[in-house]
T-cell receptor, first 112, second 115 residues
Framework: AQSVTQLGSHVSVSEGALVLLRCNYS??????LFWYVQYPNQGLQLLLK??????LVKGINGFEAEFKKSETSFHLTKPSAHMSDAAEYFC??????????FGPGTRLSVLP | ETGVTQSPTHLIKTRGQQVTLRCSSQ?????VSWYQQALGQGPQFIFQ???????GRGNFPPRFSGLQFPNYSSELNVNALELDDSALYLC??????????????FGQGTRLTVV
């Protein structure tokens, strides 16, 4: 069965600092990978997705993620954090035709 | 193009009662999935409907059931509510026939509290 690990349930960074949110997946076949963001009291919004076209994926709001098959990772980064980035971030995997499997989430706090 | 809409936004029920949650999928999307998100956790897959038939189910008991209607809207029904059913219930829609990396579009969720 697929699983997703997100190291660090809570990450705090200063405004302007690098954001790094970790995601590792467990799958016997290369999955399709997604990052979603959830703001308080809201649903999930897609940040970016890996489509196998390129290992470095750029998403909305300045976020990007790099797919590393050898490390089974899909870490999310942003060069400079903004206060508005404070939210819950979920990594998810999906095999063709199947449902999404979400990680437990990482709560990002941005300190002034 | 309208997004995924869910109703109601908040709901309080008593243990043992039954509840129905509703979802309107995004225009043109005929696949609807439901997820349960407990506080502080990631969403967990409940089931998926495609063309009015359930075509996938997660590890949830039969008291969780659903329907999909010809207009692709959907309902999630939960019978004999338990305190642990308190969660945010998310509906997601996606189009048929898209590439494997097609994302799902989520509604804002229904916050269910069981007391």
């Amino acid at each position: 069965a697929q699983s997703v690990t997100q190291l660090g349930s809570h990450v705090s960074v200063s405004e302007g600092a690098l954001v790094l949110l970790r995601c590792n997946y467990s799958s016997s076949v290369p999955p399709y990978l997604f990052w979603y963001v959830q703001y308080p009291n809201q649903g999930l919004q897609l940040l970016l997705k890996y489509t196998s076209a390129a290992t470095l994926v750029k998403g909305i709001n300045g976020f990007e993620a790099e797919f590393k098959k050898s490390e089974t990772s899909f870490h999310l980064t942003k060069p400079s954090a903004h206060m508005s980035d404070a939210a819950e971030y979920f990594c998810a995997v999906r095999l063709f035709g199947q449902n999404f499997v979400f990680g437990p989430g990482t709560r990002l706090s941005v300190l002034p | 193009e309208t997004g995924v809409t869910q109703s109601p936004t908040h709901l309080i029920k008593t243990r043992g009662q039954q509840v129905t949650l509703r979802c309107s999928s995004q225009s043109g999307h005929n696949t609807v999935s439901w997820y349960q998100q407990a506080l502080g956790q990631g969403p967990q897959f409940i089931f998926q409907y495609y063309r009015e038939e359930e075509n996938g189910r997660g590890n949830f008991p039969p008291r969780f059931s659903g329907l999909q209607f010809p207009n692709y809207s959907s309902e999630l029904n939960v019978n004999a509510l338990e305190l642990d059913d308190s969660a945010l219930y998310l509906c997601a829609s996606s189009p048929e026939g898209g590439p494997p990396h097609t994302e799902a579009f989520f509604g804002q969720g229904t916050r269910l509290t069981v007391v």
